[in-house]
């Protein structure tokens, strides 16, 4: 069964409590990407079950914990009405970090299965958690042992469904529905590579019979398919190239923070010595920034909290940890080897409705991947103007609008 077409382009238009639309909007996050808008039609329109199959940071995760927390009945408070199954703990770290910024403003209680002893899943599921989130070893030892009673289970994740074939964990899930009551809603994902030289139609998710009704998935289920190309991985980001030498950098890098009033800055660098010189530069400055080098966590809650505006990193940093707001800047301050570095870091991540800003620092070994860049987006790359490198009080405004 397909999922019909939605209309609906803001998260408002879901008719969602309001303290759940004040987390979204605390966050700056307004519209919906389309697999969101695609899952939340289905849910909140239908009874049926759903099978997505969806693209790395494409919204998946926040789809199903906005209709978790839309889902929470206060008559049936104190009583675990939602179960998620992740395949990693690291991917139940992952959701926490998810429901802590858009459940702030709910009086809902939320136990993760994250190590603890026993005696911590009695005292917060006795307590009263609504929505549990663990991976299936863990959940069907609790329900074995009575600490965690499924009977009143409205909706039931499984996070991504490949994970847990690969994993052997489908005869353990097995065994986790067959104690939750029948009227529960299942959703269910799988994520994939995306592969631009595989042609454009929708994929549909193949699995084998005895999955299927081990899953209990009936011909009635919605199948949401999510195919996108790379493009859309940037189109919330509006992109600029700065042409330059290799030794005018660090100077034009300056006189951009001397312009730009700027709440957040990422700065991507290729090598070690590199990010350790301009972390000093900017800190001789008097800007506040720093590396991931040290505790990787704390400085990253810093930065959430304004405590620090600029990130100079690697790479390698993963963005959906960083939750980034609106207008954030990355500048591409050594521009990777091959476009694949740029995507993995700068594709669209799992918070949308926000829009960013790229600076592509372009030197003229940079030519062939700025080339490659425009052919992917269908468009030539503007040039920043050029009051960057020689500072005009007089275009401040203008710049600051970007």
Known sequence: ??????????????????????????????????????VLSSLLS????????????????????????????KEKKETTQCLILCHTREAVTKIKGIYKEIAKFMNIKIHYLL????????????????????????????????????????????????QMIERDFIETIYNILNVINNKCRKAIFEEYMNNNNEDKKDIKMELNDDIK???????DIIIINN??????????????????????????LLN???????????IFCKEENTINEINKSLSD???VCNTLNEDKSKIISYFKKGQIRILVTN???NLEEINLNNKAVMIIYEIPDGIDIYLKTLGRNEFFGREGIIINFATENNKDIINTLEKLIGDSIQELPKEFSNRSEEHTSELQSL
Not at 53 to 60: A, D, F, I, N, W
């Open 1 to 38: 069964m397909e999922v019909e077409n939605t209309e609906k382009y803001n998260f408002k238009d879901y008719n969602l409590k309001l303290e759940l639309l004040r987390g979204l909007y605390s966050l700056g996050l307004e519209e919906p990407s389309y697999i969101q808008k695609k």
């Open 46 to 73: 239908s009874q049926n079950d759903i099978l997505v199959q969806s693209p790395k940071y494409t919204g998946k995760k926040l789809s199903f914990i906005i209709y978790s927390l839309q889902k929470i009945s």
């Open 115 to 162: 190590g603890g002893t026993i005696k911590d899943d009695i005292k917060e599921i006795s307590g009263g958690a609504e929505i549990i989130v663990g991976t299936p070893g863990r959940v069907l030892d609790l329900v074995n042992k009575k600490i965690l009673n499924l009977n009143e289970l409205d909706f039931f994740v499984i996070d991504d469904i490949k």
């Open 213 to 219: 009704n081990k899953l209990k998935i009936g011909n």
């Open 227 to 252: 195919k996108i190309d790379d493009k859309c991985r940037l189109n919330n980001y509006k992109i600029f190239k700065i042409t330059l030498k290799e030794e005018m950098k660090l100077k034009i």
């Open 256 to 266: 951009i923070y001397k312009i730009m009033d700027i709440s957040q800055t990422i």
């Open 285 to 287: 400055a008097n800007y």
């Open 315 to 317: 790479f390698d940093v």
